[in-house]
């Protein structure tokens, strides 16, 4: 027993004086978000804040119009939209109709269901595709605002807006993984 513990004690002597170096390797704890992550959701917060901001300054100064730029207003009724629609959204993500995709926007999943109504394709057509314009109107204004995200990779930072709004699905919504399979959340 001794004899072992000799020859690995030597091991490590001589490994520690050799100029080996050895290599942690990288972790990553998940849960924690990535400098990209805070700065795409950080921007999209700011924009939401905006838009409640902006809501309160014309109730309060009854003030018909404020004066924003054209790119801010477009991004605003965007969000806007994005609101007044939530509700038939998730209706439509908890009945399975619609799902998340895994490049941040709605996908209509088909069913029996919607092949015997036209009446309500239509209806889930217009508003995911309305969805699905907003989110592209307020993903290119993140990217727009940061400087540093107009050299990054479109699909990393779609990806995270997808993680977003997968993780804002109600329960029971379809969620794309990255493979593409689709999973009930």
Known sequence: MCKHSCILIGLFLVLLG???????????VTGEKTSLEKEVVGTYQEMEEDTWMIASTRAVSG??????SP?????LEALQEQK?????IDEFKRSGMVGENREGFLEIRTSKELEEDPEKI???QEIVQEE???REVIMERVIELNSSLKNANREEIYSIFAKVNQDNSPSGSW???????????
Do not use: H, M, T, Y
């Open 18 to 28: 050799s100029e080996c170096s050895i290599k942690a390797p990288e972790v990553r």
């Open 63 to 68: 003030e018909g119009e404020l004066k924003i």
């Open 71 to 75: 790119e801010k207003r477009k991004v």
């Open 84 to 88: 007044f629609n939530k509700d038939d």
């Open 122 to 124: 239509k209806l889930i």
């Open 132 to 134: 699905n314009k907003n």
């Open 175 to 185: 969620i794309q993984q990255a493979d593409g399979s689709w999973v009930k959340k």
